[in-house]
């Protein structure tokens, strides 16, 4: 009679080891970057024993979560996204405020962000949608529906208001579309939507800054002017519709089948983008339109919104191959490189660890997002590949935004490096994801 396996002897014997391997080794990197970032603000063991008990806390949590059969999400999804609701909604209500954004509960010897379990909770509900509303994806009430989902989260986290926390929700989001069948040109058209909507303000206030530095590029001064001229911006509205009307009917004539509804939402998608562009350009604050885009050009305000970036590049580079030694940074340890120990965490691993040690955690995030993808393809129903699809797209989004951000070459939005940054509340619901992870995975033959 074969005897059934308990969860510890099906957890050890269907263990991911190349996931616990790339968790482990970040959690190291974690620690020493941490704790080398930290000696700057004089308590360098207080940041070392918060990260660590955050990853005691969230091992605790991953490990529940990969007991509990995520399948019963499937059947809490109204739940779970109401609580994520509640839980947003109540921060603004009772949360207390950090640098500007409330979106902190605060409990004196402990404070959490609870935007960070929204996400996830967010991802389990939206997965359980689409998993269940997939043969109505052509209907427009179930796209209305999506992005209701989607504004309600978007809404309350910009009243915090915390920018940077809102864009993960958009990959994730079109993945998921994406996956389960969603026509790749309505995706365009809603990219091509949220692109305007937030790259008409920063436009601007890139123009603006331009003006203030050239002096002598009789050109780029030129071309400046023209973009800051409103009326030449309706202009060349009106001619991108008047070429995508007359590209259509010249494709038509050419006998190519095109839906003619296409030029027609291409068109409205630009005009309601345009027209977002408003609310949206209001709600960002100067200082979040600069750091969007200084990346551009950091020497347009090198000591301002440029500074972070400049900073972050030149330890990167002096760290060179085999890094300056632990503790040895002299961009680190001199203060010259802000927010060391959260958003430019990967900076002080470059400059200490150089190459060497930034490679090695590339790899182990590459690693650690190929397994996440692989336990969504042996996943056991769609759901639980919706759900693993949703957190290794998450992954990805914020290992590429942050490390470009770092390296100059993505906007200064924020955003944590997972796994790495300082952050209690950003660790904890890293490892509950990564404990759904490992409950799809384990699950992969069964049911139970």
Same mark, same amino acid.
């Given at each position: 009679m074969?005897?059934?396996?308990?969860?510890f002897?099906?957890?050890?014997?269907?263990?991911?080891?190349?996931?616990?391997?790339?968790?482990a080794?970040?959690?190291?990197?974690?620690?020493?970057?941490?704790y080398?970032?930290?000696?700057?603000?004089?308590?360098?063991f207080?940041?070392?024993?918060?990260? !660590?008990?955050?990853?005691l806390?969230?091992? %605790? =949590?991953?490990l #529940? /979560?990969?007991? @509990?059969?995520?399948?019963?999400? $499937?059947?809490l999804?109204?739940?779970?996204?109401?609580?994520?609701?509640?839980?947003l909604?109540?921060?603004?209500?009772?949360g207390?405020?950090k640098?500007?954004?409330?979106?902190?509960?605060?409990?004196?010897?402990?404070?959490?962000?609870?935007?960070e379990?929204?996400?996830?909770?967010?991802?389990?509900?939206?997965?359980?949608?689409?998993?269940a509303?997939?043969?109505?994806?052509?209907k427009?009430?179930?796209?209305?529906?999506v992005?209701?989902?989607?504004?309600?989260?978007?809404?309350?986290?910009?009243?915090?208001p915390?920018?940077s926390?809102?864009?993960?929700?958009?990959?994730?989001?079109?993945?998921?579309?994406?996956?389960?069948?969603f026509?790749?040109?309505?995706?365009?058209? !809603?990219?091509?939507?949220v692109?305007?909507a %937030? =790259?008409?303000p #920063? /436009?601007?206030? @890139?123009?603006?800054?331009?003006? $203030?530095?050239?002096?002598?590029?009789?050109?780029?001064?030129?071309?400046?002017?023209?973009?800051k001229?409103?009326w030449?911006?309706?202009y060349?509205v009106f001619?991108?519709?008047?070429l995508?009307?007359?590209?259509?009917?010249?494709?038509?004539k050419l006998?190519?089948?095109?839906?003619?509804?296409?030029?027609?939402i291409?068109?409205?998608?630009?005009?309601?983008?345009?027209?977002?562009?408003?609310p949206v350009?209001?709600?960002?604050?100067?200082?979040?339109?600069k750091?969007?885009?200084?990346?551009l050009?950091?020497?347009?305000?090198p000591?301002?919104?440029?500074?972070n970036?400049?900073?972050?590049?030149?330890?990167?580079?002096?760290?060179?191959?085999?890094?300056?030694?632990?503790?040895?940074?002299?961009?680190?340890?001199?203060?010259?490189?802000?927010?060391?120990?959260?958003? @430019?965490?990967?900076?002080?691993?470059?400059e200490?660890?150089?190459?060497?040690?930034?490679q090695?955690?590339?790899?182990?995030?590459?690693?650690?997002?190929?397994?996440?993808?692989v336990?969504?393809?042996?996943?056991?129903?769609r759901?639980g590949?919706?759900?693993?699809s949703g957190?290794?797209t998450?992954?990805?989004?914020?290992?590429?935004?942050?490390i470009?951000?770092?390296?100059?070459?993505?906007?200064?939005?924020?955003?944590?490096?997972?796994?790495?940054?300082?952050?209690?509340?950003?660790?904890f619901?890293?490892?509950?994801?990564?404990?759904?992870?490992?409950?799809?995975?384990?699950r992969?033959?069964?049911?139970?």
């Amino acid at each position: 009679m074969i005897q059934e396996k308990n969860f510890f002897q099906r957890l050890t014997s269907n263990v991911d080891w190349w996931l616990v391997f790339a968790v482990a080794v970040l959690m190291l990197i974690s620690f020493s970057a941490v704790y080398s970032a930290g000696i700057v603000y004089g308590n360098s063991f207080k940041y070392l024993s918060v990260q !660590i008990l955050a990853y005691l806390v969230g091992s %605790v =949590g991953l490990l #529940l /979560l990969t007991s @509990f059969n995520y399948q019963h999400y $499937k059947h809490l999804d109204k739940l779970m996204y109401v609580l994520s609701l509640l839980l947003l909604s109540s921060v603004l209500v009772f949360g207390s405020a950090k640098r500007g954004t409330k979106g902190w509960f605060d409990f004196g010897f402990v404070s959490f962000q609870p935007v960070e379990i929204a996400k996830i909770m967010f991802i389990l509900a939206l997965a359980s949608f689409l998993d269940a509303k997939v043969k109505e994806v052509k209907k427009m009430s179930f796209l209305v529906s999506v992005f209701a989902m989607l504004t309600g989260h978007l809404i309350l986290i910009m009243l915090q208001p915390d920018f940077s926390s809102t864009l993960s929700y958009l990959p994730v989001t079109f993945a998921l579309l994406f996956i389960i069948g969603f026509e790749p040109f309505y995706l365009l058209c !809603i990219i091509i939507l949220v692109g305007l909507a %937030v =790259g008409i303000p #920063l /436009l601007e206030t @890139f123009v603006n800054m331009q003006l $203030k530095v050239l002096h002598n590029e009789t050109f780029l001064t030129n071309l400046a002017f023209f973009f800051k001229t409103g009326w030449n911006g309706f202009y060349i509205v009106f001619m991108g519709l008047f070429l995508i009307i007359a590209g259509f009917w010249f494709l038509r004539k050419l006998k190519v089948k095109i839906p003619a509804v296409y030029p027609i939402i291409l068109c409205v998608a630009i005009l309601i983008g345009c027209a977002t562009s408003v609310p949206v350009g209001k709600s960002l604050k100067d200082y979040q339109r600069k750091r969007l885009i200084v990346f551009l050009n950091p020497k347009v305000d090198p000591r301002g919104s440029g500074y972070n970036v400049i900073q972050s590049k030149i330890a990167i580079g002096s760290g060179k191959f085999t890094g300056k030694g632990f503790k040895n940074g002299t961009q680190t340890q001199l203060g010259f490189l802000p927010e060391q120990h959260t958003d @430019f965490i990967f900076s002080v691993i470059g400059e200490e660890g150089g190459w060497i040690m930034a490679q090695l955690t590339l790899f182990c995030y590459f690693l650690f997002i190929w397994r996440a993808l692989v336990i969504a393809k042996e996943a056991r129903d769609r759901y639980g590949a919706l759900v693993a699809s949703g957190v290794a797209t998450m992954f990805t989004f914020y290992v590429i935004i942050n490390i470009g951000m770092v390296m100059g070459m993505m906007p200064v939005t924020g955003m944590p490096l997972l796994l790495l940054s300082y952050g209690g509340s950003s660790v904890f619901s890293s490892l509950c994801a990564i404990g759904i992870l490992c409950s799809i995975h384990t699950r992969r033959h069964t049911y139970s």
